[in-house]
């Protein structure tokens, strides 16, 4: 009796055990299963034209800076020369000294007068650009304060979307190469831009819907970073639909989740 009642609990332990093992493999063998599209995405940014202006308590220790400067520095060799042709003509009215008319032809407060005529004609360019004002955002001329970064639209699934420029990764490529070749396929030739390196900055993946799945799960992307080049001309295709987006912009723009990965690279 006891040998069958402890050949009962042995079998009992062992199917036990078995479904314990099988119900932990199924997780793992579906997970094995699941095949992931790789893309390769590219941030590119325009980086800021202008210094940002300063803010009032910057703009005050700026003016207390200068003051300093301008108490502890030595003099220039134009105020040199000023205080000596100065000290010339004195003597010279004095009968002291006699100067050749060549010798003060031009003197310092003459090149002085010429500089503040010429300060006077000057004009800055504006800040705020046409660009700005009819919230063009195609436009480079535009937030010269800002970084901006480009999104174009792109289908997904049977919707279109706004994104980082990304396409799906070929055999024999390289990521970097990947982007590359996207940037071109999205943007044409008269976007120039430098990429930083070989490695991703950032990573963002997503799941197909079931209805429209053809053999992968979803796709990862892993995205690159570049920038601008300053003799870089913008898109030039009036087909392709672009943005040039502030951060702030972005986070309005983006989807919550997407923006919440892109956020992350960005500076």
């Given at each position: ?18 479904r ?11 997970q ?34 200068d ?21 010339q ?56 304060e ?17 994104l ?36 991703p ?18 796709a ?39 923006y919440?990965s ?6």
């Open positions: 009796m006891r040998i069958f009642v402890n050949r009962s609990i042995l079998n009992a332990t062992r199917l036990i055990s078995a314990t093992v099988a119900t932990q493999a199924t997780p793992a063998a579906t094995a299963e699941q095949k992931w599209d790789l893309y390769a995405g590219v941030l590119v940014e325009r980086l800021p034209i202008v210094t940002k202006t300063l803010e009032p308590l910057e703009a005050k220790f700026k003016q207390m800076l003051q300093i400067e301008l108490e502890k520095s030595l003099k220039s060799n134009h105020e040199l020369r000023k205080e000596t042709e100065k000290q003509l004195e003597l010279l009215k004095a009968g002291k000294i006699d100067l050749d008319s060549e010798a003060l032809k031009q003197t310092a407060q003459d090149l002085e007068d010429a500089y503040n005529e010429e300060y006077a004609r000057f004009k800055a360019a504006p800040r705020v650009t046409e660009a700005d004002q009819k919230n063009d955002i195609q436009s480079l001329d535009r937030k010269l800002e970084t901006l970064v480009l999104l174009v639209e792109q289908k997904l699934g049977t919707k279109s979307h706004y980082l420029p990304q396409g799906l990764h070929r055999k024999g490529e390289s990521m970097r190469q990947t982007a590359e070749r996207t940037l071109k396929e999205h943007c044409g030739d008269h976007l120039q831009v430098t990429f930083y390196g070989n490695a900055v950032g990573f963002y993946k997503y799941k197909y819907p079931v209805d429209a799945r053809t053999g992968a799960t979803g990862k992307v892993f995205f690159f970073r570049s920038v601008l080049k300053e003799s870089s001309a913008n898109i030039a295709n009036n087909n392709i639909k672009h943005q040039w987006l502030s951060q702030e912009e972005m986070k309005n723009q983006l989807h919550q989740s997407y919440q892109v956020s992350q690279f960005l500076l």
